[in-house]
């Protein structure tokens, strides 16, 4: 028993990590093809949001958080109205610009708030089974990271403003002449990518140290996790992390957490090789037959 | 006109001469910016304050001290870059600096090939005998030797170390290892972490299973240290013992409580010294360079044990400038192996002539609950004895190498 729920809790801890660094940027990739090397960025203002509006204000944690995601909204909304719009359809000038940005905030926050800020503590406690004991946290982001994606699933697939959204990235000037408002559709895409990834950083910041370069930790698991789940991401999404995270998991187990990297990103270096279009190829493909 | 223009041209001639005779220049290459900046900046900023009383009280051999110092950023290719800068351009007298042991590596051999005098102030993994380089900060004999015995007596004789997975943290993990073994304890597991993870749930799972009744955390950098945070988080309350928290990037003030409850570690200063104890030799020096270091860089928000060992270096320098009546580079390092010694922050430092390192109070924190710090114990005087007894003798043979200990020099 013990041993099962240990299997579910370093499983699901890993699910849910990767899970929450993808699930911004494989919308903003998977809708735009926007290569957003700022999604890191992106987790920094959603966590600093967090801790600073909780630690200035004194706000109880959950209104922190969602002022962090709002913050992050905003943030995404300005960058989208100045800059990205004009990228769209240019995937490789998309890196560049996004390079950029990320090293203009990274650096304005080191400017800004120096190069650490006092964190808040974890919510929620602890409890004990058998020889172990977990954080009840980490099991509520496990579930957490399930039910966005299960409301994202749900917004792009069974909404109208679903539908307007595939119908605008599967043929942009056909919609625009059904009267889609194109534009509009962009921005509240970019707008809905950019606040995951603030709501990843909302939910981490209390248990990571904040320092300028929080979303880098975030930044080479939500890439992996992104290309392992291919061109669609509401399909790649979940069996991709889910094995890269079984293959995480059971290798740090068995050996050690540097092995448990390398393996993981051998890991990957396959699925691109024998799935290039990555899990959601697959199944995609699949389910055509 | 003439004989203006050559008036001019002469007269800067000496101008310039003079400057330069008039001045001992110190290079310091210090990380101002970058990932090792919360630990570095009160680090310079005591360089300055050795440097600026130094010359208050009208320098050494009659010249001031001059500091020419560059900002390497955190990153090992700037450290090179600026070292040879300094050598072949600035043409300093000695060189300060380094935080990191990968950073100080990359600048050492082309310090011993300029055979430029070098300074390194901070505590590492121990094992550089050099005949140009000098330590100043603490090495694993004096930080581990101290700690571990005394937290297996208090705790158990159970060890689990989780360190960083470079050469800082491998060799104090050896030095852990070598530790609990003299001490008749058992090391139940030992895991090295990529610097990039900072998610530990199935390092905190896997602590649980071994059941140490010692945890040594040797992490290093902002990612892992996410880990203190989990590990509260995850209630797995085991006594951690350290070398690199609190005294060098001050977590106990920057994390919120009850991330490093529980936590000890071995410094050879922190500011909070004379805050604890209450009177004596240490708390009065403590109190007093405090406050001249607060004169100084009154926002300074924590002076650490390398902000000590930085200013230590700048004084043992200037005695050793002092006693050779010269600033050539062998004439000092001779100076100093003939036992020089300050009477620094926390008592006297002396070079030991064989490994050219510091000698040091080591004063035991530990984190209590609410991240209050207290000093349960306090070592005076211990040694850098590890080099010497091992074969390292710098004052009878030269060398210019790192040493561990599964590979001593007499091998």
């Known amino acids: ?26 919308v903003i990739f998977g809708m735009m093809k926007i290569i957003n090397l700022a999604h890191g960025e992106f987790i920094t203002v959603g966590a600093y949001g967090t801790v600073v509006s909780g630690k200035v204000f004194n706000l109880p944690l959950p209104i922190a958080m969602a002022f962090g995601v709002v913050i992050t909204i905003i943030f995404g909304l300005i960058l989208e109205k100045l800059i990205i719009r004009y990228l769209y359809g240019r995937p490789l000038d998309s890196v560049v610009a ?21 964190g808040l503590q974890t919510p929620m406690g602890n409890f004990q089974l058998g020889e172990f004991s977990y954080s009840e946290y980490r099991i509520f982001l496990i579930f957490i990271a399930l039910i966005i994606l299960f409301l994202l699933y749900y917004l792009f697939m069974k909404t109208s403003f679903g539908t307007l959204a595939r119908a605008t990235i599967e043929n942009p000037s056909i919609s625009s002449s059904m009267g889609v408002d194109v534009k509009n559709v962009y921005t509240i895409t970019f707008a809905i990518g950019a606040g995951l990834a603030g709501v990843t950083g909302a939910l981490y ?7 300028p370069s929080i979303g880098q930790a975030f930044i080479v698991s939500a890439f992996i996790t992104v290309v392992t789940a291919g061109a669609s991401p509401f399909v790649g999404l ?4 889910a094995f890269l995270g079984t293959v995480q998991t059971s290798v740090t187990f068995f050996y050690k957490s540097t092995i448990g990297l390398i393996a993981i990103l051998c890991a990957v270096i396959l699925i691109i090789r024998y799935l290039p279009k990555g899990f959601s190829g ?8 | 006109m003439k004989k203006i223009v050559i008036f001019l041209i002469s007269s800067f001639l000496i101008m310039f001469s003079s400057v330069k005779a008039d001045t001992i220049k ?37 010249k001031k001290l001059e500091i020419v110092r560059y900002d390497t950023q955190s990153d090992n290719r700037r450290f090179q870059e600026f070292a040879r800068r300094l050598i072949k351009k600035d043409k300093v007298d000695v060189v300060f600096g380094a935080f990191s042991s990968a950073s100080r590596e990359s600048i050492r051999g082309i310090m011993e090939k300029g055979k430029m005098l070098y300074f390194y102030n901070n505590q590492y993994e121990g094992g550089v005998c050099s005949k140009t380089t000098f330590v100043t900060g603490a090495v694993p004999e004096q930080q581990f030797s101290t700690l571990v015995p005394w937290m297996m007596d208090k705790y158990g004789k159970n060890v689990y170390t989780i360190a960083a997975d470079y050469n800082f943290g491998q060799i104090s993990a050896e030095w852990v290892r070598q530790i609990v073994k003299e001490n008749g304890g058992t090391m139940v597991g030992e895991e090295f972490i990529p610097l990039d993870v900072s998610q530990f749930s199935q390092t905190i799972q896997k602590i649980q299973k071994a059941k140490p009744d010692v945890l040594m955390t040797l992490l290093v950098g ?15 309350g085991i006594p951690m013992g350290t070398s690199v928290n609190v005294g060098q990037a001050y977590e106990h003030r920057r994390f919120a409580p009850p991330a490093l409850e529980n936590m000890y570690v071995t410094v050879n200063y922190i500011e909070e010294v004379h805050d604890v104890i209450k009177s004596g030799e240490f708390h009065d020096k403590s109190k007093d360079f405090v406050k ?22 700048i004084n043992l320098y200037v005695n050793a400038v002092k006693k050779a009546g010269t600033t050539e580079t062998m004439k000092v390092v001779e100076a100093l192996e003939s036992g020089i010694s300050f009477d620094g922050p926390s008592g006297v430092v002396t070079i030991d002539p064989k490994s050219h390192h510091g000698s040091h109070t080591i004063f035991l924190v530990e984190v209590g609950k609410g991240h209050k710090v207290s000093i349960p114990k306090v070592w005076k005087d211990i040694q850098p004895y590890w080099l010497g007894q091992s074969g390292c003798n710098l004052a009878q043979k030269a060398d210019y190498s790192q040493y561990t200990p599964s590979n001593p020099p007499s091998n």
Do not use: C
Not at chain 1, 1 to 25: P, R, T
Not at chain 2, 222 to 236: H, I, P, R
């Open chain 1, 238 to 241: 979940v069996p991709a992390a």
């Open chain 2, 26 to 62: 110190l290079g310091i290459l210090e990380d101002e910016t970058g990932n090792f900046a919360i630990a570095v900046v009160p680090k310079i900023h005591a360089y300055e304050l050795a440097v600026k009383e130094i010359n208050a009280a009208g320098g050494v051999l009659g």
């Open chain 1, 282 to 289: 697959l199944i995609l493909k699949t389910r055509s037959k």
């Open chain 1, 98 to 118: 996004t390079w950029g940005i990320s090293l203009i905030v990274s650096q304005s926050f080191l400017v800004i708030f120096g190069p650490s800020y006092e």
């Open chain 2, 292 to 313: 001249r270091f607060k004169a100084l860089y009154p926002n300074e928000p924590y002076i650490n044990m390398e902000s000590a060992n930085a200013y230590n270096a």
């Open chain 1, 1 to 26: 028993m013990v041993f099962l729920f240990n299997i579910f809790y370093q499983f699901g801890d890993s699910l849910a990590f990767l899970l929450l660094a993808a699930i911004g940027l494989a």
């Open chain 2, 222 to 236: 902002a990612k892992q240290a996410s880990f203190y945070e989990q590990q509260a988080s995850a209630g797995l």
């Open chain 1, 205 to 211: 910041a209390p248990t990571m140290t904040i320092v």
